[in-house]
């Protein structure tokens, strides 16, 4: 490396090579969203704007640190909120009040939180919230969620010019530059470190600040080693292609199965460093060149504004045709759209606002972003109004009659529970916590509902599909005098068999937790020990043809095992699945909600094994078919006697179930007898 002066170092503050490579990030990530297909890793565009950003923001931050001695956190905030508060505000309040037309009125409530938690920078910390929770595992993506990454970027922001202060107060002191490479790079590694820990096994790890932070980190101490020095031509040649092409390998070759950040976000970050430190470098064969032309500055200029619309657009769209794919033709206008309201907001909404300097200080920046966030919310209150015109339907037993009007035509009678409130029509267990997280290993305090001197004990083990059968138990519990103790956890089927997690590796925790489980019910000894699994889950090794026969040769080891210290074991058959958008489709089908009904054959497209299993261990266990109360001729209606019977594609309602207390009853003891 060549030294140079710091002061002149940085005064090279125009890198046409950047704005190229802005164009490169947005482009990819426009692709992938318009058709993953194309690029499936695409969405590593987010990451090379990071290291932009960290070495962009902290080029300014370092140029008056050591040029002033100080920084000027006003100042600062101000800047950030002329950028990037404008044409963000004008997307969340056009995208809030487009939703309120077109979405389907199921998915506003959750839109209009999601405006909220995106005008205050925190929409990446909403996303993290909702990706650990079960009940949400199928909600919609909303217009606004690509606005993580800006979030995740304002958080770091909140922290990292506090460095360059410290730094600054340090440097009076006689610290030098390698105090602060110390300061910066201590942060980059702990994040770093974070990041490799907790990717691929806590679904929030990509969206946190934690998680992501070395990645702007890493632009930020490039800002300060080129501020110092640059490398020779010779060696920056190279180094510019090298960059772009460790960028286009992640693009083509990540995908969604990819463990992302950790290990692998590595390749697109460290490519646009190398892309950055190569700087402008003379002559048609170098990186730069194509980066530093016009059409490529353009894009970079409207970047900030296309990443902002795309989505909202890809998304609006898609609601409105009613399609999960754009298709090309529709991606061609999506993407042609995206362009001209970037190039508008940029040209009317951006430039003027950095031009004329309408914000000023820090109290000016204060104000501003306030202002944003009420216009913003005020915007999503309609939302909410809308929303509770169709929610306001009470239960009336006359009219909301479930299974007993199964194979009869709709009356027409309003819905219960509504379609917008479907959702949260979840068991009380949910609310009591008492479903095991993913994460969990072992049973520590489970839930106990009935008396304590009852007849008899209830043991409830399973995943989500054991547990959606609760409130029909707690009905039985109470006519019955049973004491239910439950043992459920998310995604985890009660089988010794290895199984893939939600991530897609092997779900080790949900084999500790039933090994666990077993141990718990050898001492509880329960009269009775009812399970159900999801026809989902998927042995960790082995093809679809492997699925049946090795969950159920797990579950035969393992009911064996229990059946020795416990009464008979029932496993109720799993409840059919419906289509992914079965709320969305009786909210759009309000009079005629039959429109949702699918064939049988197409809601019981898996067998279940644990009908293998109770096959295998005659005398001790007993297999439970609710069927019949869920489908009739040949069809499984998403609405019965004027009931939701589904939340999400794959649970029953809380009210259906209920309505199911007497039937299940009615099975347990034929099956028991």
Not at 108 to 125: G, I, K, P
Not at 254 to 281: C, M, N, Q, R, S
Not at 373 to 400: I, K, M, N, Q
Not at 468 to 486: D, I, N, S, T, Y
């Amino acid at each position: 490396m060549s030294s140079a002066p710091a002061s002149a170092a940085t005064e090279r503050r125009f890198r046409p090579e950047v704005q190229g490579l802005r164009a490169v990030a947005v482009l990819l990530v426009l692709v992938y969203h318009l058709d993953p297909s194309l690029l499936p890793g695409g969405y590593v565009g987010v990451d090379v704007f990071f290291v932009i950003s960290g070495f962009l923001i902290t080029s300014l931050l370092y140029r008056e640190a050591s040029g002033q001695g100080r920084v000027s956190v006003a100042r600062f905030y101000a800047r950030r909120v002329r950028r990037l508060l404008p044409a963000a505000t004008v997307v969340l309040v056009v995208t809030g009040a487009a939703s309120y037309f077109l979405l389907p009125v199921t998915r506003l409530t959750d839109t209009m939180w999601q405006l909220v938690a995106s005008a205050a920078y925190v929409e990446n910390l909403y996303l993290a919230r909702q990706s650990v929770d079960y009940l949400a595992s199928e909600v919609a993506p909303s217009p606004v969620q690509h606005f993580w990454s800006l979030s995740v970027e304002e958080q770091f922001y909140l922290v990292w010019p506090l460095l360059f202060i410290l730094w600054a107060a340090l440097r009076r002191r006689g610290a030098g530059t390698g105090t602060l490479v110390a300061l910066l790079g201590s942060l980059l590694a702990a994040s770093l470190l974070w990041s490799v820990a907790t990717t691929g096994g806590e679904p929030s790890a990509y969206f946190l600040p934690t998680t992501r932070a070395w990645e702007l980190a890493v632009g930020g101490l490039l800002a300060v080693g080129l501020a110092h020095g640059r490398l020779s031509e010779r060696v920056r040649l190279p180094l510019g292609w090298a960059g772009l092409a460790a960028i286009v390998a992640a693009a083509v070759f990540y995908d969604e199965a990819t463990p992302f950040p950790g290990w692998a976000a590595l390749l697109p970050v460290l490519g646009a460093a190398a892309v950055i430190a190569a700087e402008h470098v003379q002559g048609p064969l170098s990186a730069s060149a194509p980066l530093s032309t016009a059409p490529a500055r353009w894009v970079g200029d409207v970047s900030y504004s296309l990443y902002l619309w795309h989505w909202p657009l890809i998304v609006l769209a898609l609601a409105v045709t009613g399609r999960d794919e754009l298709g090309w033709a529709l991606a061609a206008a999506v993407g042609t759209a995206s362009l001209l309201l970037a190039w508008a907001t940029k040209v009317w909404v951006e430039d003027p606002v950095r031009d004329h300097r309408l914000v000023r200080g820090g109290r000016g920046a204060l104000a501003a972003a306030v202002s944003g966030v009420l216009v913003v919310a005020a915007v999503g209150a309609t939302l909410y109004v809308r929303v509770d015109r169709v929610e306001s339907v009470e239960f009336d037993p006359s009219v909301h009659v479930g299974p007993q009007a199964l194979g009869q035509a709709p009356t027409g009678d309003p819905v219960y529970p509504p379609p917008v409130r479907a959702e949260d029509d979840a068991p009380v267990l949910y609310d009591d916590d008492c479903q095991a997280s993913q994460t969990a290993a072992a049973p520590e305090d489970p839930c106990v509902y009935g008396p304590e001197d009852a007849d008899r004990t209830v043991a409830v083990v399973g995943d989500s599909h054991s547990a959606q059968w609760v409130p029909a138990l707690m009905g039985l519990g109470e006519e019955r005098g049973w004491r239910l103790v439950l043992y459920t956890k998310s995604s985890c089927a009660f089988t010794d068999t290895m199984t893939k997690g939600p991530e897609g590796g092997p779900y080790e925790s949900c084999q500790e937790w039933n090994r666990a489980v077993v141990e718990e019910l050898t001492e509880l000894r329960p009269d009775l020990v009812v399970t159900s699994s999801s026809t989902s889950a998927v042995p960790a090794q082995g093809g679809e043809e492997d699925r049946v026969p090795m969950l159920a040769e797990g579950m035969t080891r393992l009911w064996g095992e229990l059946g020795e210290v416990s009464g008979p074991i029932v496993a109720l058959r799993d409840t059919p699945r419906q289509r992914r958008d079965v709320v969305e489709c009786v909210a759009r089908n309000p009079e005629d909600p039959g429109e949702c009904t699918i064939p049988l054959s197409e809601a019981f497209k898996r067998d279940d094994p644990q009908e293998r299993a109770v096959d295998s261990l005659p005398g001790e266990t007993a297999l439970v078919d609710m069927s019949d109360l869920f489908c009739a001729g040949g069809e499984c209606p998403a609405v019965i006697g004027n009931v939701m019977v589904y939340r999400d594609s794959g649970h029953i309602t809380n009210t259906y179930v209920s309505l199911l207390t007497d039937h299940l009853g009615e099975r347990l003891d034929e099956a028991l007898s």
